[in-house]
C-alpha cells in the first residue's frame, strides 16, 4: 500500500505542482528527503522569497504553484507576501509542516498554534484531521486557490508522511470546472450604458491582464473612440499603454481624480477597484454628471463599488461580449446614434512626456535618465517587476507596458516582493524577459532572493535604483513639514551584498556608463542564463513628472 507521501506526490503531478518553493526545516525533512527526479526543488533563504518566488511563478504561469513552510516561524516569516499573494490574486497551494501529530497536545518544541496565524489572508486553511485526509486536503487547496486566487494552506503534521494511505477515492473532484461563460444579457445592459453615453470612458486594472480582454478592450476603446485610464497603484496592466487611446494612470486622491473623470458622462470600470484612493481626501469619487459601473471577477470589488451597475463575470468572455454587443442598436440616448452612423476616425497617438535630457557632464543621474534608458531599449515583450516607490511615476510615464503581463507590482504595497516575484515570473515563462526595477532600500527586505536567482541561473536583469534613503518615505515628510527621524543609508552597497550571494553584480554612476551596459544587456535579455544586478547610482529627487 502506497504511503501518504506517495498518494499527495501523485495529486502534485496530477495538478501540476511539480515545482516546490521551500525554505525548509525538520518538521518537512520527511516529506522533502528523497524527492523523486519530476520533482523540481527550488530553495529560497527566507519564507518571504518562497511565497514571493511561487506568487511570481503563479501569476506567470495562471496556475497554481507550491509553497512549503516550516511551522510556526516560517509561517510567521511569510504572513506578508502571503498578504501580497492574496491582494495579487495569485493561486498558491502552501504545504505548512508541523510537529509530530503523536505528541501535539503535549506542545512539544517547534509545534505551532498555526490555523490563524495568517489570518484571513489565505482562501481556505485546512488541517487534516488524519494522515489519510492529507491528499484530499491537497487537492481541494488547488481548487481553492484557483477558484478564490488566492494561497490555500494546508498543515500536515510531520509524521503524516510515513503512514499508509487509503485505497479510496480522492475526496476532491478530479477536475474543477470554473464556467467562464459570459452573461449576454448582462453585457447588453453595460452595452446599453455606453451606447447611451456621449463622452464614455474605460478604467482598466490588474484583473483585466489577460491577451483575450486586451484584445477586447482595444477593439471596444477604438469603436468607442474613448479614452482609457489605468487604475492607480494597479498591480498589472489592463491595457495596452502605448496605444493613442490610452490617457494614463489615474490620480490616487479625490480631488485630482474628479478633475480626471470630469469630461465623462460615463465612465466604466473593468477589473479594477472604483477607485483605489491614497491618501484620503473628502468629497465624491466622481462629479454628479458622470455615471460608474463596474465589470470585475472579484465580487468583493463589486460589493464595495459605488456604481450605478456591477457585474461580475469571468472578464475575458465578457468583455469579448460586451465588444460584440456595442454599437448594434441596442444602445439608447446621444451617443449610440452617433457611433452607429460612422466609424471613429483614427485619434492621432497620444504623445508620451518627453524623456529628459541625459545629464550633462558632472551632473548626477537621476531615476528617470536609468527608466528612459530602459525605455528605448527593452523589448516588447519584457516582464517588468517594480518595486520603486519614489520613482514609480517617472517609471509609468516613461517606460509603457506593451503586452499582457508587461508590468507587475505588489498589489498591497508591501515590500520585498519584486526580487523573488522577478525569479519566479522568469522560472514559469522562461522564454520572456524579465527585468526588475527596485530601489535600494526596497531590495534590502528580500535581498536573500538573488541567492536563488545566482543558483539556479535564473536569467533576471535586476535594476537597482540606488540614492541611499528611502526616498518616499523623505518626500513624505517634508509634505507634512515635520523633520524625518530616520537616516540614510549611503553606506549600504547592493551590488557588494548581491556578490556576497554569489550573484553577480555592477555598479554604475554615470550615464555613459548605464547606456553601454544596457546596451549589451537589453538586446539579448531573453537569452540570459544567469541573473545580473546593475546597481545604478542616482540622486534622490523630485519626479521629473509633475
Not at 517547534?110 to 487534516?128: C, D, I, K, N, S
Not at 525605455?375 to 507596458?401: G, I, K
Request: negative net charge.
Amino acid at each position: 500500500m502506497p504511503t501518504v507521501r506517495e498518494a499527495a506526490l501523485e495529486v502534485m503531478r496530477r495538478y501540476g505542482l511539480t515545482t516546490v518553493f521551500a525554505n525548509p526545516g525538520s518538521t518537512e525533512v520527511p516529506f522533502l528527503a528523497g524527492l523523486p527526479d519530476d520533482i523540481r526543488f527550488v530553495l529560497a533563504l527566507h519564507e518571504g522569497s518562497v511565497v514571493g518566488a511561487a506568487t511570481g511563478y503563479a501569476i506567470a504561469r495562471d496556475a497554481p504553484a507550491l509553497a512549503l513552510l516550516h511551522t510556526t516561524a516560517g509561517l510567521g516569516n511569510a504572513v506578508g507576501a502571503l498578504s501580497t499573494a492574496r491582494v495579487n490574486r495569485a493561486p498558491l497551494v502552501v504545504v505548512v509542516g508541523q510537529q509530530d501529530r503523536r505528541h501535539l497536545a503535549q506542545e512539544p518544541f517547534l509545534a505551532g498554534h498555526l490555523e490563524q496565524l495568517a489570518g484571513e489572508y489565505p482562501v481556505r486553511t485546512e488541517t487534516p484531521p488524519r494522515a489519510q485526509d492529507v491528499p484530499g486536503a491537497l487537492a481541494r487547496a488547488v481548487h481553492a486557490a484557483r477558484a478564490f486566487r488566492g494561497p490555500a494552506l494546508v498543515i500536515v503534521p510531520m509524521d503524516d508522511w510515513a503512514q499508509p494511505a487509503e485505497d479510496l477515492p480522492l475526496p476532491a473532484p478530479a477536475e474543477l470546472r470554473l464556467s467562464a461563460a459570459a452573461d449576454t444579457a448582462a453585457a447588453g445592459e453595460v452595452a446599453a450604458l455606453l451606447d447611451g453615453a456621449s463622452a464614455p470612458a474605460l478604467v482598466v486594472g490588474a484583473g483585466a491582464d489577460h491577451a483575450v480582454t486586451w484584445d477586447a478592450l482595444t477593439v471596444l476603446a477604438e469603436r468607442l473612440d474613448c479614452d482609457v485610464w489605468q487604475e492607480s497603484f494597479g498591480a498589472r496592466a489592463g491595457f495596452p499603454q502605448d496605444h493613442p487611446c490610452f490617457a494614463g494612470h489615474l490620480p490616487a486622491d479625490r480631488p485630482r481624480l474628479r478633475a480626471a473623470l470630469a469630461p465623462y458622462d460615463l465612465v466604466l470600470t473593468v477589473g479594477a477597484p472604483v477607485f483605489r484612493q491614497y491618501p484620503y481626501e473628502s468629497g465624491p469619487l466622481a462629479g454628479h454628471g458622470t455615471r460608474l459601473a463596474l465589470v470585475t471577477d472579484d465580487p468583493a470589488e463589486a460589493l464595495r463599488a459605488p456604481v450605478e451597475l456591477a457585474v461580475v463575470a469571468g472578464l475575458p468572455p465578457f468583455c469579448t461580449a460586451l465588444t460584440e454587443a456595442v454599437g448594434t442598436g441596442t444602445g439608447r440616448g446621444p451617443g449610440a446614434g452617433r457611433r452607429q452612423a460612422s466609424s471613429p476616425s483614427p485619434r492621432p497617438r497620444r504623445e508620451r512626456p518627453a524623456p529628459p535630457p541625459p545629464p550633462g557632464a558632472g551632473e548626477p543621474l537621476r531615476a528617470a535618465h536609468v527608466l528612459a534608458a530602459l525605455a528605448r531599449l527593452l523589448p516588447p515583450e519584457t516582464v517588468l517587476v517594480e518595486e520603486t516607490p519614489s520613482s514609480r511615476p517617472d517609471l509609468h510615464a516613461l517606460v509603457p507596458a506593451r503586452r499582457p503581463l508587461g508590468f507587475l507590482s505588489a498589489a498591497m504595497g508591501a515590500l520585498g516582493f519584486a526580487l523573488p516575484a522577478a525569479v519566479g515570473v522568469r522560472l514559469g515563462a522562461p522564454e520572456r524577459p524579465v527585468v526588475a526595477v527596485v530601489g535600494d532600500g526596497s531590495s534590502l527586505y528580500q535581498i536573500q532572493a538573488l541567492w536563488t536567482a545566482a543558483h539556479y541561473r535564473v536569467g533576471v536583469l535586476f535594476v537597482v535604483l540606488a540614492n541611499g534613503r528611502y526616498a518616499i518615505m523623505d518626500r513624505l515628510a517634508e509634505k507634512a513639514e515635520r523633520t524625518a527621524p530616520w537616516p540614510a543609508f549611503e553606506e549600504v552597497g547592493v551590488a557588494a551584498a548581491a556578490r556576497s550571494l554569489g550573484c553577480p553584480a555592477r555598479r554604475v554612476s554615470d550615464h555613459e556608463a548605464l547606456r553601454s551596459e544596457l546596451e549589451e544587456l537589453l538586446p539579448d535579455l531573453a537569452g540570459r542564463s544567469g541573473p545580473l544586478v546593475l546597481e545604478v547610482e542616482v540622486e534622490a529627487d523630485g519626479n521629473f513628472q509633475r
